[in-house]
């Protein structure tokens, strides 16, 4: 806060104005207090187009640091990530990175249409083993290369999202729809996570859904077909409608089964199917 005298000549009469000096001066304190104010994260949405982007925790719980091209480690608070140009697919890649177990990171994706296949490269990838949660927002494609999931996690990885949000995410031949070396849990949205060639539709060390629409897709192949929901720790399903289905196997391999896990399926609540492949 500022205060602002007026001095006062004998007779009531105000001063004559200040010397250019003095001016000079007020304006250079002026100036260095509000320099040495702390400058606000803001919102920023952030153009896929325009290269590759990182998300990181700041340290600071609601806030992110995001890096694009020149931009480097912009602290930013509900971070968006969009395409200009929706129905044109950027070839740029998203990393998340929730590196200490403690790291929260919020990212939303908002019509997001991404295809890495040229690249050797998966669409997103979350690093760390922190927890992130990706928001959808609108439709989103995801498409990655040979041996990249669609998303690939580690961690904690949550998805969510409306009854009008979805989330297509499409692995390369050999690779799964929606891969994550933690947990996975998705709570809304519709989501439709499809193995390529081989692959899984999920894959996860755990899978945990409450709500929302997900489709999972194993891919068939030659060498093996995948299954539509793969863990290894307990799948939960409390909620929603989930459709899992097995690739269908050739050249006498086995198709995939719909949902397999190492530990017990719970069912709770929702509409399960799950089919097995051909």
Request: hydrophobic share 30%.
């Amino acid at each position: 806060m500022f205060w602002v005298a007026l001095s006062i000549q004998g007779g009531g009469g105000i001063d004559s104005p200040r010397p250019a000096s003095q001016r000079a001066a007020a304006f250079i304190l002026t100036a260095a207090m509000l320099i040495t104010l702390t400058a606000p994260a803001f919102a920023e949405t952030w153009y896929i187009e325009n290269g590759d982007i990182t998300v990181k925790a700041s340290g600071t719980e609601g806030k992110n640091t995001v890096s694009q091209g020149n931009k480097k480690d912009v602290e930013d608070t509900n971070t968006i990530i969009t395409n200009q140009n929706q129905d044109k697919a950027s070839s740029h890649t998203v990393t998340i990175d929730a590196n200490d177990k403690n790291d929260k990171v919020e990212v939303t994706l908002k019509d997001v249409n991404i295809d890495t296949s040229s690249r050797n490269k998966a669409a997103v990838s979350v690093t760390g083993s922190g927890n992130t949660t990706i928001k959808l927002d609108g439709d989103n494609a995801l498409k990655s290369d040979t041996y990249r999931s669609g998303i690939y996690g580690s961690g904690s990885l949550t998805i969510s999202g409306g009854e009008n949000d979805s989330l297509t995410a499409q692995g390369g031949s050999g690779a799964n729809g929606i891969s994550s070396s933690g947990s996975l849990t998705i709570s809304g949205g519709t989501v439709t996570a499809n193995g390529g060639n081989g692959g899984y539709g999920i894959y996860s060390s755990g899978v945990t859904i409450s709500g929302g629409t997900i489709t999972a897709n194993g891919g068939s192949g030659k060498d093996g077909s995948g299954d539509g929901i793969f863990s290894f720790d307990p799948v939960a399903i409390s909620g929603g409608t989930v459709t899992a289905k097995g690739g269908s196997g050739e050249d006498g391999e086995d198709g995939g089964d719909g949902i397999r896990s190492f530990d017990p399926v719970a069912i709770s609540g929702g509409t399960v199917t799950a089919k097995g492949g051909s």
